[in-house]
């Protein structure tokens, strides 16, 4: 080899060390970037928008002990028959034996003694009292065993899969599960409840007029920003579990952990699924409920048109690292016919990107419309010819 071919070949072999050396962080970069992928030591997890949009699990079907998560089907039954009129919360509730004999987390009730549901319900959503949780069940339905059925009617409506109910409380049964992906279902719903959100967001109370002070077991009201509720649990059987959810810039996540292996190892896990969500995902306000959408004839009517108003909030959810190409399209009943009742559904504001529906909320008429008589239409319809004329 002359002298020159081997200065040329050194000066390659220099030029490549050199490209490998500028290449090595990239290289790291990605082995680091695949090494970070989210994980959790739950033996079973979900994270989920409150639209229901799954955004990360792990096994979020296996069928698990719940411990007091169990309370967060209770509490809802509570709250839902509170707004359904079933019961109020000035209602004074008499404690049962069977209340009394319930062990576990408890408030320390006694057999004849009474207390208000307002606080009964306190008392379950801060620090999951067994014994008031069921007091609260025999008071709505009028036994154990009836507010069980209770639940597990709910859940059937929910349509939640992997869920059975044999408690109200969580304390160990046989035949009792649920899955971290159903009570994910049940969060979603429960978040939907001012007064549930009211509960499970106190952060102490004073029970039986200062002689008894209750501390939220649910640390994440502390330790993390947006959070506002739900639903601790732990037994030796089902370990450690947490139903948590947090709202920011108006993006609600719900993170449920099952079965993680030390003390406060659920609120940990809990967390780090909540800030991958966070971190990757925003919300995209679509509109808010009562905004006009749409204008839409109406046939016969005293009046012509009635605003079509949005039935409720539509957020979605949008990755951060993605373009997103959303469109918004509105479909309304082609003869919308008087007499218009207020509220009842007249079409859909239909959410879709790159082609595919995302989301859809109702179109619902602001106020009534009432039938026009015969001479009212007449005239309509005269006024009608003579313009087109």
Known sequence: ????????????????????TCLAPVFAANTKEKS???TTTAESAVLMDANGTVLFEKDSHKRLPPA??????????????????????????????????????QIWLEPGEKMNLRELL??????????AAMAVMEHIYGSEQAGVEAMNRRAAELGLADTHFNSVNGLPAPEHYMSAYDTAIIAKEAVTHPLYLEFCGIKEYWLRGGKNWLVNTNKLLWWYKGADGLKTGWTEEAKYCFAGTAKRDGLRLISVVFATPEPRSHLRESMKLLDWGFANFSAAPIVTQGTVVEQAKVMKGVTKEVPLVAAKDLTLLMAKNKKNNIEKKVNIESDIMAPVKEGEK??????????QEIGKVDLVAEQAVEKAGFIRILQDMLTGLFTLG
């Open 1 to 20: 080899m002359h002298r020159w071919q081997r200065k040329m070949v050194s000066a390659i072999l220099t030029a490549l060390l050199l490209l490998l």
């Open 36 to 38: 970070t992928q989210l």
């Open 68 to 105: 007091s998560v169990t309370k967060i089907m209770t509490l809802l039954l509570a709250v839902e028959a509170v707004e359904q009129g079933k019961a109020s919360l000035t209602d004074e509730v008499s404690i049962s034996e069977n209340a009394y004999k319930q062990g576990g987390s």
């Open 122 to 131: 306190i008392a379950i959503a801060v620090v999951s009292a067994n014994d």
């Open 346 to 355: 007249y079409g859909e504001l239909i959410v879709t990107q790159d082609g």
